[in-house]
């Protein structure tokens, strides 16, 4: 199988031709971002705004070009326009909330052997959300629920590092990736396709493309539930999430200082103007227990997240320390749940584990419960 290179996707792309300039897309300089690594292969096409809505068959054409090369892997190809955001879609309903076996907005499903999505979110950066929710997946695992790990946050990837997994996705029949596997999870991740040290340097619509694709195009087969790895704030992909798929509820994650809670209250009120069930807030870092004479430090000041929690009337779920063993285990990919399941830090993500699955079920068997509405006219 032949080596697929820049140069080599560039020589097809100048066979795709703009239907009103009549010239290759390439020589017009409308291909941008273009990133090649181990037969993954993704771009955008540049457009002018007005010709945006009416450009899609470019946007086919040239990943039809794409996919024609030996050694194609994964082509991920968006059509790239600034123009006026569309109309946001209605809310969605409780009942479309409750299983990811449904398409939305007109959309084919895209997880459609899942039963329920748990994002893990959090307002900023910096306080632990990607450990939590592989903590979190780990413990639904333990529960005896087949879980998935999606890290959705492009840009900064951590989830293969956190994980302990090395080493490419492998494809069978040349279209949809086999996710990686560790500890019983099945996991995807932009990591997995891109070097550590290489910066993903893409506009919005590239990472929304490139998330569909990490969700439509994976194998993840029957799954009890699929947690994503959210990125930091409440932007493109949040968004898109909260929208291409029916999501269970959304698990919060926050320090306990006033600067982290301000920021959480936003992603709060960004998943309640969705309408995507709050399933609770973990206080992460909640305080630090000194290993040399066991007296308790609250660094970041202590019980912030307990008290927005009640004040915004969502489920506390719990709080985990500031602990070097928890740092230690996620940096070597060895996770505190697997590495020291009968640890104090363990049974407190297993007991996270249990107040967010708890609620799911609900969700999920009411929605059962309830059928189909029939109307009569």
């Known amino acids: 199988m032949s080596e697929v290179n820049k140069e080599r996707v560039l020589q097809a792309l100048r066979m795709v031709f703009d239907p009103d300039k009549e010239r290759d897309i390439v020589s017009l300089g409308m291909v941008s971002g273009l990133q090649v690594k181990d037969g993954h292969v993704a771009f955008a096409i540049e457009v002018e705004p007005e010709r945006g809505p009416r450009l899609e068959p470019l946007r086919k054409a040239a990943e039809k070009a794409v996919w024609a090369l030996d050694g194609v892997l994964t082509a991920n190809v968006a059509l790239t326009a600034e123009r006026p955001a569309a109309k946001a879609a ?40 990607s450990t939590t929710a592989v903590n979190l997946a780990l413990a639904l695992k333990a529960l005896g629920l087949r879980v998935g790990l999606l890290d959705a946050d492009v840009y900064g990837p951590s989830i293969p590092r956190l994980m302990g997994i090395k080493g490419k996705p492998t494809s069978a029949d040349g279209r949809r990736l086999q996710p990686m596997e560790n500890y019983g999870i099945k996991c995807m991740s932009m990591g997995f396709l891109v070097d550590e040290e290489t910066p993903v340097v893409w506009r919005g619509p590239m990472v ?45 994650v926050s320090t306990p200082q006033d600067i982290a809670l301000a920021d959480a209250r936003k992603g709060l009120a960004m998943f309640r103007k969705v309408e995507v069930p709050l399933l609770g807030i973990v206080e992460n870092m909640s305080y630090f227990l000194c290993p040399d004479n066991g007296k308790r430090y609250n660094i970041f000041g202590h019980g912030g997240a307990k008290d927005e929690a009640d004040r915004q009337n969502v489920p506390f779920l719990g709080e985990i320390p500031l602990d070097i063993d928890i740092r230690e285990t996620s940096d070597s990919g060895r996770p505190i749940v697997v590495s020291q399941p009968e640890g104090a830090h363990a049974q407190a993500y297993l007991a996270i584990a249990r107040k967010v699955w708890a609620q799911v079920e609900a969700r999920l068997n009411d929605a059962h419960q309830q059928g189909p509405r029939i109307i009569v006219q």
């Open 208 to 252: 929304m493309s490139a998330l569909e694709q990490m969700m439509r195009d994976v194998n993840w087969g029957e799954l009890d539930v699929l947690v994503v790895d959210m990125p930091p704030g409440t932007g493109d992909t949040q968004l898109t999430m909260s929208q291409r798929v029916p999501l269970a509820g959304a698990v919060i």
């Open 90 to 129: 209605p809310p969605r309903s409780e009942s479309q909330q409750g299983s990811a076996r449904q398409g939305s907005g007109g959309h084919p499903p895209l997880l459609p052997g899942v039963r329920a999505i748990i994002a893990v979110a959090s307002g900023k950066g910096g306080v632990g959300k």
